[in-house]
């Protein structure tokens, strides 16, 4: 019986910027898709990262701290 192909709902494209690991500057930079549809944007750097939502210009800068809380909130809250 062959096997059925899965639908993947998202998909993320990733573009590193290096210029030295432990330096400023560094950064990861994630786009997020649903559907073919781009939802998001996450800029991963040294000290915080920032969200920059679909057709948004504005960025939302998260510290490392506020975001470990908002992901323990998620994952652990009743």
Same mark, same amino acid.
């Given at each position: ?19 030295? /690991?432990?330096?400023? %500057? !560094? ?8 559907? =073919?549809? $781009?939802?998001?944007?996450? /800029?991963?750097?040294? %000290? !915080? ?8 210009? =504005?960025? $939302? ?18």
């Amino acid at each position: 019986m062959p096997k059925r192909r899965v639908q993947r709902a998202h998909a993320v494209k990733a573009e590193l910027q290096v210029p030295g /690991l432990s330096k400023a %500057g !560094s950064s990861l930079r994630l786009e997020i898709y649903a559907s =073919k549809l $781009k939802i998001g944007e996450i /800029l991963i750097g040294r %000290g !915080s990262l920032y969200w920059y939502g679909r057709h948004r210009q =504005k960025r $939302k800068r998260i510290s490392w701290t506020r975001f470990a809380e908002m992901m323990d909130e998620l994952a652990y809250s009743k």
